[in-house]
């Protein structure tokens, strides 16, 4: 993962205006995409638009297509990788071609996704056998499948943070501060790291809504003028605890220096303790300690230090989703080819994320959180529309890292203000957002 170009302010809006009225040429026939039931007689030419550069670049995708085609003959799959995955493919929704199969852009209001995309099944049919379908339901209908999913936490140096004398993962934030202070006091890494200038990483942070309390709802609560960084709400504790780590010097000298791939080997090597990031850095991480000579084992992944009757909770978020699109002249091909990668590819397994498929375990890279029996949820997406209307008319950005870099600058003081009036003025901002919404 890297840095993902963005569009802002009035771009941004213009951008999602522009792809919110695209690819009207003829009415979506709302027909489920399905596949052959029998594989071999699936046929045809598709393209499969990814974000994942690498993985193009690299002969993975060619080694997925090819074994693909022990069982579906007939398909040939072309990928098409792009850098800037969000802002071309947005472009190319004002006309038809968009591929076959695509990653639902983030940009894309779901109220819009029968427009676009081809419904492969039933919420109550697709829900059954995968994770987040209601992320990609409207009406009753699904429109994308997740490639994976990501459990939130930090991964964090187990062998740093032994010999700074911490050996139980953290139930409070006042204990995780604690454990902080001592790796700062015991060892000469970096108790945390920002990954501040790289930005996009402060994002994660937002994950942790429902970790705290348990509760796979509590994004959906957010709709309304509930003061979300009221004293005791999610978004209280969780800022806080990042303000706290900043203004208690237990972060990297100057954030504005930091550099999200060094980062790896840094955690990796000891220099660095603890990074808040989703389980798919694990194997980033590990594989960092293997170029650099160190043990890919003491690489190590904590859930939010807050707990529930005795028990921690860790979110589960999707990825993109993989989706059809409706002007394919390929569907049955394109849905057989996304069958496919879900159920038989072991993509998920290899990326060491949470599968969509609900009958495959959890991956090895989960280990300790199966084992500690940490409580996995699957956030609701029920009001994610209206979160994000609010959101967006407050210019927060629970999903962006401005105001989390703005949090980080008030801490190290870079910024004036306090971490309260700091909260406060974002309470103040979402609730006149939410009401003039009528939400």
């Known amino acids: 993962m890297g840095k993902k170009k963005t569009f802002t302010g009035a771009l941004l809006a213009a951008a999602i205006l522009t792809a919110a009225g695209c690819g009207g040429q003829g009415a979506p026939s ?20 990814t974000h994942r550069t690498d993985l193009v670049q690299n002969g993975t995708m060619a080694k997925y297509a090819a074994e693909f085609n022990r069982t579906h003959p007939k398909v040939k799959v072309e990928f098409e990788a792009l850098t800037d995955y969000e802002g071309e493919v947005r472009i190319r929704m004002n006309t038809e ?15 819009d996704y029968p427009r676009f995309f081809t419904p492969l099944g039933t919420t109550g049919e697709l829900g059954a056998r995968y994770r987040f379908g209601d992320k990609t339901s409207v009406d009753g209908k699904v429109y994308g499948i997740a490639t994976f999913g990501t459990a939130n936490g930090f991964v964090y140096n187990k062998a740093v943070w ?6 139980e993962w953290p139930t ?32 994660a942070w937002s994950n942790d809504i429902g970790s705290v ?9 957010l709709a309304g003028p509930v003061s979300p960084w009221r004293e005791g709400g999610e978004l209280h504790t969780i800022d806080s605890l990042l303000y706290r780590i900043v203004d208690g ?10 550099n999200w791939e060094a980062s790896k080997g840094m955690l990796a090597q000891g220099r660095v303790a603890t990074m808040h990031l989703g389980s798919w850095a694990i194997t980033q991480m590990r594989d960092a300690a293997r170029r650099s000579g160190a043990d890919p084992d003491d690489i190590g992944f904590m859930p939010f230090p ?10 589960l978020a999707t990825d993109y989703q993989q989706a059809v699109n409706v002007h394919s002249g390929q569907k049955a091909a394109a849905r057989a080819w996304i069958d496919w990668f879900t159920e038989r590819s072991g993509f998920s397994a290899k990326e060491g994320a949470v599968p969509a498929l609900r009958s495959a375990p959890m991956p090895n890279e989960l280990e300790d959180f199966v084992d500690n ?14 979160v994000n209307t609010v959101d967006n008319a407050a210019e927060i950005g629970l999903n962006k890292p401005d105001y989390r870099q703005k949090l980080v600058d008030t801490a190290r003081g870079a910024q004036e203000g306090g971490l309260e009036e700091f909260l406060a003025d974002l309470d103040k901002r979402w609730n006149e957002a939410a009401k003039a919404a009528g939400s």
């Open 162 to 167: 032994r010999k700074a004398g911490v050996t």
């Open 373 to 386: 029996d940490v409580t996995f949820l699957e956030r609701s997406e029920a009001r994610t529309g209206e």
């Open 172 to 203: 409070t934030p006042e204990e995780f501060l604690g454990a902080l202070k001592a790796v700062k006091a015991k060892t000469d890494a970096v108790p945390y790291y920002t990954n501040f200038k790289d930005a996009w990483p402060l994002t």
């Open 97 to 111: 071609d968009y591929g076959d199969v695509l990653m639902i852009p983030a940009a894309v209001a779901k109220n």
């Open 306 to 315: 807050a707990q529930r009757d005795g028990k921690f909770c860790a979110m």
């Open 213 to 221: 309390t348990c509760d796979a709802t509590a994004t959906d609560k």
């Open 30 to 49: 709302g027909e489920t995409a399905k596949a052959p039931a029998d594989p071999a007689e699936a046929s045809g030419t598709i393209k499969v638009l």
């Open 249 to 258: 010097g237990l972060a990297e000298k100057d954030p504005s220096t930091t």
